[in-house]
């Protein structure tokens, strides 16, 4: 069978920020660019526009004050003072006949020809060129002389200064943007890299992490808050890993420690059976004997399996509506010789309906009840209590007895733990009873309760969420 070819390696993601990082810095400096570009330009034209408004005022006040059509020609004083010194303004004014010669035409380095000039709009700003290809800006306005006499003034701007300007900016642009996008793309690269150094601890953390050393953690006091959330995750899901594979370590060698006995015991009594020749009743005897053994290493792997089963997915169990005190009551039906062996009363009083798995509620309450009747004094009284609270719905299972000690109750619940190991074997017991009962009521959302004190009475609960009213049988 041959081998998959391995997948080509993905682009670095230090690469893929950095160069998603330089794409954007690359189109807002572009974007920069064009908006200083454009905000030049129209300055430069506010301040042309500006400036020949100013100009025309000044001219609007000496056609109106001193001259008339016939000065226009033979004393322009005036008007050539504002106009000379200044190579880039040109003057024009027409009669009231468009056909006719300009009555005044003067400033600029080459004067605009007649059939251009009556080209022109009557009024406002507009853009044109002169012989040469000059790019100009002109404004036209019609004025009064001061005999009352209608002439059209057109004065124009050479641009060629604005426009070199602008050409400069534009050239001056072009030579520093590669420059610029070079910087940008290593400095974006740069700070893509110090930005991911946090990501490196995870890589030394997960490489040390093995199954026989999960106590490696990450060290979030300088991790960014985006990278901390994750470490946190990472973190308790490393816990959640070590709490595990502590708690199978635990169970494998307390499985071994439960197995290798009786199997240590059958095969010294089958080694010393066979180290001679013995009558029929004695290797009777010896078989009797290892079937007690064999049963109790059946009880062992049908509570382990029980317990796989329900550490499933809830999705596995079928939910119904139970009522507790008719399965205990059933429960209770199944105890009933072995309480009248021992002069015991089993009471039971109150009711309630849960969401659960019926079987698997039996088999908690069997387990609490087995336990009760088995370190309960004789004649003494059990009783099995169902009451109702706010929010959960709770079992108990309580009888006088020698009771625990403190130091006992919080371990109750782990698998093969035992208060008075010998005297558990002995009866029989797996260790494991209670562990089912955890395992049970961890697979109904519950949990688990247990109330007890050296020659007090001792009481487990079993409390289970309360059902939603509205909820059917499944």
């Given at each position: 069978?041959?081998?998959?070819?391995?997948?080509?390696?993905?682009?670095?993601?230090?690469?893929?920020?950095?160069?998603?990082?330089?794409?954007?810095?690359?189109?807002?400096?572009?974007?920069?660019?064009?908006?200083?570009?454009?905000?030049?330009?129209?300055?430069?034209?506010?301040?042309?526009?500006?400036?020949?408004?100013?100009?025309?005022?000044?001219?609007?006040?000496?056609?109106?004050?001193?001259?008339?059509?016939?000065?226009?020609?033979?004393?322009?004083?005036?008007?050539?003072?504002?106009?000379?010194?200044?190579?880039?303004?040109?003057?024009?004014?027409?009669?009231?006949?468009?056909?006719?010669?300009?009555?005044?035409?003067?400033?600029?380095?080459?004067?605009?020809?007649?059939?251009?000039?009556?080209?022109?709009?009557?009024?406002?700003?507009?853009?044109?060129?002169?012989?040469?290809?000059?790019?100009?800006?002109?404004?036209?306005?019609?004025?009064?002389?001061?005999?009352?006499?209608?002439?059209?003034?057109?004065?124009?701007?050479?641009?060629?200064?604005?426009?070199?300007?602008?050409?400069?900016?534009?050239?001056?642009?072009?030579?520093?943007?590669?420059?610029?996008?070079?910087?940008?793309?290593?400095?974006?690269?740069?700070?893509?890299?110090?930005?991911?150094?946090?990501?490196?601890?995870?890589?030394?953390?997960?490489?040390?992490?093995?199954?026989?050393?999960?106590?490696?953690?990450?060290?979030?006091?300088?991790?960014?808050?985006?990278?901390?959330?994750?470490?946190?995750?990472?973190?308790?899901?490393?816990?959640?890993?070590?709490?595990?594979?502590?708690?199978?370590?635990?169970?494998?060698?307390?499985?071994?420690?439960?197995?290798?006995?009786?199997?240590?015991?059958?095969?010294?009594?089958?080694?010393?059976t066979l180290s001679r020749e013995r009558p029929a009743e004695e290797y009777r005897a010896v078989l009797e004997s290892s079937i007690e053994e064999l049963e109790r290493v059946t009880r062992i792997v049908a509570d382990m399996l029980f317990l796989a089963q329900v550490s499933q997915p809830a999705s596995q169990a079928r939910f119904t509506r139970v009522s507790l005190a008719e399965e205990a009551r059933r429960v209770m039906d199944l105890f009933a010789l072995s309480a009248e062996d021992k002069q015991l009363a089993l009471e039971l009083s109150g009711d309630a309906w849960v969401q659960g798995d019926r079987l698997m509620i039996q088999r908690a309450i069997s387990n609490l009840l087995s336990n009760a009747i088995r370190h309960c004094p004789e004649q003494g009284r059990i009783s099995l209590r169902i009451e109702r609270q706010l929010q959960d719905v709770s079992l108990s299972v309580g009888n006088p007895g020698p009771g625990i000690a403190a130091c006992h109750l919080p371990h109750l619940f782990e698998r093969f733990y035992r208060v008075d190991s010998s005297r558990t074997r002995a009866e029989g017991g797996t260790g494991l009873g209670l562990a089912i009962v955890r395992s049970i009521m961890n697979l109904h959302q519950g949990r688990t309760e247990v109330a007890s004190a050296p020659e007090q009475l001792t009481e487990f609960r079993l409390v289970f969420p309360k059902p939603d009213p509205a909820l059917h049988d499944v």
């Open positions: 069978m041959k081998t998959p070819p391995a997948p080509a390696p993905n682009s670095s993601l230090s690469m893929r920020l950095g160069l998603t990082v330089s794409l954007m810095g690359a189109a807002l400096v572009l974007l920069l660019a064009t908006l200083a570009y454009l905000a030049l330009n129209h300055e430069l034209d506010n301040l042309a526009r500006k400036g020949l408004d100013s100009k025309l005022e000044q001219v609007r006040h000496s056609l109106t004050s001193d001259l008339k059509s016939s000065d226009l020609a033979a004393r322009p004083h005036s008007l050539l003072d504002l106009v000379l010194g200044h190579d880039n303004l040109q003057l024009s004014i027409l009669g009231s006949d468009p056909l006719a010669e300009p009555l005044l035409n003067v400033g600029g380095d080459q004067q605009s020809p007649p059939e251009a000039l009556q080209q022109v709009p009557d009024s406002g700003y507009f853009d044109w060129r002169d012989q040469r290809g000059t790019q100009l800006l002109g404004a036209a306005r019609t004025m009064s002389l001061r005999n009352g006499e209608q002439v059209r003034v057109i004065l124009s701007l050479d641009r060629s200064n604005d426009q070199a300007l602008l050409s400069a900016y534009l050239r001056s642009t072009v030579i520093a943007l590669p420059l610029l996008l070079l910087l940008i793309g290593i400095g974006a690269w740069r700070l893509v890299q110090r930005g991911l150094l946090p990501l490196q601890q995870f890589t030394r953390v997960a490489a040390k992490v093995t199954t026989q050393d999960l106590t490696h953690r990450l060290n979030l006091e300088r991790l960014p808050r985006e990278l901390a959330e994750l470490g946190q995750g990472f973190n308790v899901m490393l816990q959640r890993l070590d709490g595990g594979v502590q708690r199978l370590s635990q169970f494998s060698d307390d499985l071994a420690h439960e197995l290798r006995s009786p199997i240590s015991n059958l095969m010294g009594k089958a080694q010393v």
